[in-house]
């Protein structure tokens, strides 16, 4: 996600051609965002970092529905 943030800041600012970032080029902009793509698109799930994510989210509910029916704070 800060990935994509950072792309959409870099194209504000050399749209709007704010201070040195208006000597940026539009090819390295381009290229972050094939970069994302490449990454979100084959590289994360090939390394399984998408499933770990959920897995993940599933733990932290599975804990907490336990800690709210047997009352304890772990």
Not at 28 to 53: H, Y
Request: glycine fraction near 6%.
């Amino acid at each position: 996600m800060p990935l994509i943030l950072l792309i959409a800041a870099l194209c504000g600012l050399r749209y709007f051609e704010v201070w040195q970032f208006a000597t940026l080029s539009w090819w390295s902009i381009g290229g972050l965002m094939v970069f994302a793509f490449i990454w979100f698109e084959f590289l994360e799930p090939l390394l399984g970092l998408d499933k770990r994510k959920a897995h993940n989210e599933d733990e932290k509910r599975r804990k907490a529905r336990v800690a709210q029916e047997f009352g304890t704070k772990k």
